[in-house]
């Protein structure tokens, strides 16, 4: 998946992660950002990266995510190899 493909999928799972109002809630606790933060920092590959660590946490979001978009199950997690900071990402 190139960085590009991988802003789109990151860019697809922010918006879905704004309709979903507790994970919101959650992903604004563990990131730090403000809801008003969200549309300008949309454009930042590390914080993309971030939320992509976010939804990748929990199996249940991620089969609901990409059946939302009609995605591969395994795309959320190759996104996020792509954005910057993968080499830094560790499941332990």
Known sequence: MT???AE???IQSLGWLVTQDDLLSSFLAVSGAGVGELKQRAADPV???SVLEFLTSEDAWVRTFCDAFGLAYDA???ARYALPGAEMF???
Do not use: G, K
Request: glycine letters at 0%; aromatic letters at 14%.
């Open 76 to 78: 959320p997690l190759r």
């Open 3 to 5: 960085p590009e493909q």
């Open 47 to 49: 914080f993309l990266a």
């Open 8 to 10: 789109i999928v990151a």
């Open 90 to 92: 560790h499941w332990t």
